[in-house]
């Protein structure tokens, strides 16, 4: 499924939204093209330790935010910062996690916005269970469940989808197939003719979507919601989109990739395309173009002014929250700390 | 006096009260609807209560657990079924990682209140995965509360308490009590978590044990008090948290004591029962404290089950062994 | 797929193998059902602590050792006990682990069977390991792993699919869909289309079989052998067919299912077709069905002897096998049973 | 002199050492092949070896473990890579179901020479579920081989061992040791699996390490000389098997022992280490076992690991503790 070309040319396999719809949507892919580029300035200065960027794949992370009601849950993974920024969830908090202050920098249940998941497809299953029990209450929320195409082959992958299909809950599995898990390159993780055929082992509509054309994303993601909103339950959605940068800052790319393959993923670049369309429908000027980045900058200084920030952490933070009623062993184990740290200030 | 139940009949009335009082209680897993479970223990909950409060899952133990957290993040209190001790091994990361951790992952903002029920532990000539004692697994989890009752009263009493908890608790259930009928007073006052329990007082010796060791070591303490020896025995309940207080009270009144576990011994519950007992009173202990758990091995074939659990002569030998003499 | 109706008649979609293949393939299925017979007999005696039957899967049992050669390796359930005795192992051997006296009766080695597996769908990752390993060395082995409707669900049975395809590993998955996963129906364990649908999701085939219907299976399970061996890898077959008794003797199948589902079941007889069109074809007389009864009646004969002899199991081999070496605590751990076994000797 | 190398070129040559020696040695798990590892422990086997010595596979550890238990089963030595602590939790069923009880299930007629080598423990400042120690659910689980080298010459030669081995190693490699460089003599004596060594002789207090630990643990004996106490120093290296011999001959001659260990402490390898040394020096202790472990709470943020981690000064706190004086 495609509705813009790379060169930013209608396909007219289905019309485009409004002008004005798609020029917002413009807005936040270059906010969140902004934020990955800030993130990663941020590790090398030393700010942050690591950050997994979502370079290149903003189209998916601005439209699986987008398509989403307040009372729907988001359940994301370590490189969809982007995607809780567009949820909403500030920034400086959701980077939290990742200058080593906390394991979760925001308070998921503000904006639904599940904890970023690192064990690979297990948030696909609590994304059922929250599903599944938002329908028995009856209501009508509706669950976007993220993921890699490395997660496909995680066995908690298999039992989300098939649980979730059993149950007719309203989820939408949407899995960012940027052809890598860290080195491992698409081959070796599957060799079904797409990741979204998996979808015919589990009884659920299974749909491939160019993961660059922000417009076609957005339609397919949104159909998917409609559909688990209505009772019909899920459907697996796959973007075929590519990671621009290295697996985190750790990674050396060039190990299992070469230069050529990334330089022509960046001619399919999810920005140029709609900024191209848009340019061409006359919607975009030099002066919104400029408005734009202007935003984009607002938010990358906050970012900047909220990391500059040092927040001290209270070692009674490693005890705090364990239980919601400390055990004795804690509060023992948590007064011995306290000694500790007294005869070391002392 | 109350009625007599067997523990699955006790535990079933839990449910089933819990069920009553409060809509957010689900029940799921294998087998626990139509069928009510292959112990009975989830018997009519679907007929009584409906498919979206007691319902079959597919076959995936990660996926019953997995959904459970979700649920739990949800607004629900889920009380999940591994159909045997072995069978929840499949769900391992996402009770170690994310059961255990959500908590505290997201300061205390998203609490988990589940409940993960497992027949437990051996004696009943199961085939091979079908007797494992699992709880050193989970009690060494930071984050877990895990819970073995050892009467029928308990079951009742402790799976209420443990489907109030505001965190995830698993729940073990000594399958080879299952069918012994108790009293059990229904409405007797809710045990609290994290309390042990002296099930027997002792002047001599002081026997500590938990969920299906609690029975052989009241037969022993009755067998030595023939024997005239007067061991006590604790009945912990509450593996996390632990109740240092009851234990090392009795341990340091009597001087001896002998922990009784199933698993094996290796970095196991018995083994931090030892230790724990013996940094509190060591100056207090006249032996070093024994323990008699099963053999190092995995759960052996039915034929040769009674070698490897600890029973009541095994007892008895150890504290006989607790150094009543000097050495000759 | 389907060669030969319930009524026996042939459906003409493939020819039918020769009459004294059939005919073997017949007596085979005679022996396993006097099998299934036997070892519920054995445990209403007290013989056998429990038997997860068979009966009315024959000709799954029967087919899936028949289609393969020496070298092959089988890895069976729980369930399969026949078809381990159709591979040729010793069914006293194989019964030993239902009497509680060891977890394993045979020698997997011997012909090439690994043991039952009980944790649902593990064994078809030990499957694709072997197969793959016998393909690293340049063998042309191929390995047979059977699951059930139920183990489908389970993430082992995903990775071991996806494992299995991405290496073209030459192993062969066989589902037999009995519709029950002890009480839980088909219809709660997957909504897709079929079970053999789950292969497009990895890229292998599927194919969809009558599993009561023995040349079917045969034909489909010896294609699927072959394509392992040739090197174009692993294979989803589902067999369509029905468990006959409760899930073992523990179990009560009144619970979930009504006694017409069982006798519509007991019309799709894999035995009764097959010797309908024997007879029908002239090949199978009442002589030859006397000889047929006989042999099983021996097999049976031969099972009850063994079994009446009660092994003694020596304490000692609670330590024996754990490590090539014992590890000095076992070795100490024996010492102190031995002492223990003594005491109550003397 | 040997070379110096780090203990991540210390397992990169025992692998290509043991690959060289035998074809049946292959290894794999998530990128071990072209990119070498996340941590380049497996740095050019694949270009050395070839695609079928040392390969990726998709990402899913159960299958992995599950499809090295098949191909030890058949033949090979496979080595395989969790690519962290936590990661392996998936796999934890093949680990416990299969892994450990292969070869009992089957009275030893097939055995799983494989090896899993699992990037172990903290200090790295890694986000959550990168700094987990395991350790204690392996070793409680009969059947399998615990080791955990704590220099780079027994990371070499343990690794050897281990994959001659012909049970089932469970392989921790402390990552925070992973960097730094010390002579390994490659072609030193392979050390047996299943002996301790004595790194730091001492007569007044015996700490006893492994893996992570063992620096800390030496690190603080050096600070006690300063201050005037002669501390000894065990690493373990191998936890299963145990080697009660040479632990208990140390803490018998110095008769006050202290355990260190990151995991937290509840039913823990340390636990079971302070046990088994009570009961079998209980009339040398001049003070009981002191456990200096990981607190009972998920391995914290980078910014709390500090607090989190036994270091030095904790270490001397609880030799300070051994009840060196009367009290008073
Ligand atoms: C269960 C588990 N195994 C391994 C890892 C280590 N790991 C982190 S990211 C990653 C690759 C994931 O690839 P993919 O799913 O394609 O997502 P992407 O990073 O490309 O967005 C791996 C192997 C993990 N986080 N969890
Ligand atoms: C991992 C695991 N979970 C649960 C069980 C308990 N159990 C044994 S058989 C069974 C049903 C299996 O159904 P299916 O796969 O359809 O095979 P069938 O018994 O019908 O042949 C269950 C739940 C198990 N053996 N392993
Ligand atoms: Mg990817
Ligand atoms: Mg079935």
Chains 1, 3 share one sequence.
Not at chain 1, 32 to 37: T, V
Not at chain 1, 236 to 246: G, I, S
Not at chain 2, 71 to 97: H, K, L, Y
Not at chain 2, 197 to 202: F, K, N
């Amino acid at each position: 499924m495609r509705l813009l070309g790379h060169d930013g040319e209608p396909t007219g396999s289905a019309p485009l939204p409004a002008p004005d719809v798609l020029l917002d949507g413009y807005r936040r892919l270059v906010a969140a093209r902004r934020l990955n580029e800030q993130a990663q300035a941020l590790v090398r200065q030393g700010r942050l330790a690591v950050y997994p960027s979502s370079r290149g794949q903003e189209a998916c992370q601005v439209a699986c935010a987008a398509v989403l009601e307040e009372r729907d849950w988001l359940f994301p993974t370590y490189r969809d910062t982007a995607a809780i920024v567009a949820r909403g969830v500030d920034p400086v908090e959701v980077l939290t996690m990742l200058r080593g202050d906390w394991h979760c920098g925001y308070d998921p249940r503000e904006r639904r916005t599940a904890p970023q998941a690192t064990p690979l497809a297990t948030q696909l299953l609590h994304a059922v269970g929250v599903g599944h029990a938002a329908r028995l209450r009856g209501e009508d929320t509706v669950v976007m469940a993220l993921c890699g195409d490395g997660a496909t082959s995680e066995g908690d992958f298999h039992e989300a989808c098939n649980f979730a299909a059993v149950f007719a809950a309203p989820v939408v599995f949407f899995v960012q197939n940027n052809k890598y898990a860290i080195s491992v390159p698409l081959a070796r993780q599957s060799v079904a003719p797409s990741l979204a055929a998996k979808a015919d082992g589990y009884g659920m509509p299974g749909v491939l979507v160019d993961g660059n054309d922000l417009p076609a994303v957005t339609r397919v993601l949104a159909e998917a919601v409609a559909r688990a909103r209505s009772g019909d339950g899920p459907t697996l959605v796959e973007a075929d989109t590519y990671r621009m940068d290295a697996h985190t800052n750790a990674d050396d790319a060039t190990r299992y990739r070469t230069e050529d393959e990334v330089t022509g993923w960046g001619e399919r670049d999810p920005l140029t395309r709609v900024r191209t369309y848009l340019t061409g429908a006359g919607v975009l000027d030099e002066t919104g173009e400029r408005e734009i980045t202007a935003a984009s900058e607002d938010m990358a200084a906050q970012v900047r002014r909220g990391l500059a920030v040092e927040a001290p952490v209270d070692p009674d933070e490693l005890f705090a929250h364990v239980y919601a009623t400390p055990t004795p062993q804690l509060t023992s184990q948590r007064a011995s700390l306290r000694a500790e740290l007294e005869d070391e200030d002392s | 006096m109350a009625p007599k139940m067997s523990m699955a009949a006790a535990i079933n009335a839990a449910l089933r009260d819990a069920m009553a009082a409060d809509d957010a209680v689900v029940v799921f897993g294998e087998d626990v609807g139509p069928l009510g479970g292959v112990f009975r223990v989830t018997d009519g909950l679907t007929r009584d209560f409906g498919e979206g409060r007691c319902f079959d899952t597919p076959l995936a133990e990660a996926g019953i657990v997995g959904m459970a957290v979700g649920m739990a993040m949800n607004g629900m209190r889920p009380v999940v079924e591994m159909q045997f001790d072995a069978f929840a091994f499949p769900a391992f990361e996402q009770i170690t990682s994310h059961v255990a951790k959500t908590a505290n992952r997201t300061r205390g903002r998203v609490r988990l209140p589940l409940v993960i029920r497992i027949p437990y532990a051996g004696g009943i000539g199961g085939v091979e995965h079908h007797c494992d004692s699992s709880e050193a697994y989970y009690a060494h989890t930071p984050g877990l509360t895990v819970l073995a009752p050892a009467t029928n009263a308990d079951a009742y009493g402790l799976l209420r308490a443990a489907i109030e908890y505001p965190d995830p608790v698993v729940f073990l259930e000594p399958k080879k009590l299952y069918f012994a009928k108790e009293e059990v007073d229904v409405a007797a006052e809710v045990p609290p978590i994290g309390r042990a329990v002296v099930r027997r007082a002792g002047r001599d010796a002081t026997l500590i044990a938990y969920g299906p060791s609690v029975p052989p070591a009241l037969a022993a303490a009755e067998q030595a008090a023939v024997e005239g020896r007067d061991v006590g025995v604790v009945d912990l309940r509450s593996i996390v948290p632990f109740d240092d207080e009851t234990v090392c009270a009795e341990v340091r009144s009597t001087g001896r004591a002998v922990v009784v576990a199933e698993a094996p011994g290796f970095a196991s519950v018995a083994s931090e029962i030892a230790a724990r007992v013996t940094e509190r009173c060591f100056h207090h202990l006249e032996a070093p404290v024994h323990r008699v758990t099963g053999f190092d091995v995995p759960y052996p074939a039915p034929k040769l089950e009674r070698h490897f659990l600890p029973g009541v002569d095994r007892i008895l030998d150890a504290v006989d062994e607790l150094q009543w003499q000097d050495a000759a």
